[in-house]
């Protein structure tokens, strides 16, 4: 099956530093990968639509100069949260299309990653 | 714009119960359905989905949901529940294959000896 990798799994950092969390889709290319965010006990709430070769897509609320994505291949994409605070504390999570699914029984079903907690003392 | 309302914030069955999670959906059009399971810090796994022909489908670890038009729903159903079942639920819609999908606030589910 389709393996999405995130890395690092959890991370501790000060607050004024930056953090980068990286998705790695291992056995698919994924010309579009979406970031989700995860507070406490509570659902995902989508962030932005990352897109291989192109600019991220953000979500309303979402500051772009915070969460800056990267996408430079078609099996990775980064997310960096610049000059963090406790506020970012939370659950991150990617997902992933494998490009090459695109109809079928296969339509539609994005593959996650594990998560990357992020703790900002 | 779509939606998905998970109407259960936590549910608690015995094992070797029946289960049923509840999910309605807003959207125009016919969606694209999803139910996910999530064990504690962990990502999310696919239990099924659902984008065309028969209504009732099958997913991993004995799960079947029924998408029902008439009532926007897609009730997530197990015949009897198993202690590792205790995980928190997600039903998601998606407008198509392409775009994100939108995910409900969850259901958490215990299992009681």
């Known amino acids: 099956g389709a393996v999405v990798s995130q890395h690092p799994s959890w991370v501790i950092c000060k607050s004024g530093t930056s953090v980068k969390i990286e998705c790695r889709s291992l056995d698919f290319q994924a010309t579009t990968m979406f970031w989700y965010r995860q507070f406490p006990k509570q659902s995902l709430m989508l962030m932005a639509t990352?897109?291989?070769?192109?600019?991220?897509?953000?979500e309303q609320g979402v500051e772009k100069d915070k969460f800056l994505i990267n996408h430079a291949s078609l099996t990775l994409s980064t997310l960096t949260v610049t000059s963090a605070h406790p506020e970012d504390s939370s659950f991150y999570i990617c997902?992933?299309?494998?490009?090459?699914?695109?109809?079928?029984?296969?339509?539609?079903?994005?593959?996650f990653g594990e998560g990357s907690r992020l703790t900002v003392l | 714009a779509q939606s998905v309302t998970q109407p259960d914030i936590h549910i608690t069955v015995s094992e070797g119960a029946s289960l049923e999670l509840r999910c309605n959906y807003s959207?125009?059009?016919?969606?694209?359905l999803f139910w996910y399971v999530q064990s504690p810090g962990q990502g999310l796994q696919l239990l099924l989905k659902?984008?065309?022909?028969?209504?009732l489908v099958q997913g991993i670890k004995g799960f079947e949901a029924e998408f029902k038009r008439s009532q926007s729903s897609f009730n997530l159903r197990k015949p009897s529940v198993h202690w590792s079942d205790a995980a928190e639920y997600f039903c998601a819609v998606g407008a198509n294959g392409n775009t994100p999908l939108v995910f409900g606030k969850g259901t958490r589910l215990s299992v009681i000896a």
């Open positions: 659902y984008f065309s022909g028969d209504t």
């Open positions: 997902s992933a299309r494998d490009r090459l699914r695109g109809s079928g029984e296969n339509t539609g079903e994005l593959f």
């Open positions: 990352s897109n291989e070769g192109s600019k991220a897509t953000y």
């Open positions: 959207y125009g059009a016919t969606p694209y």
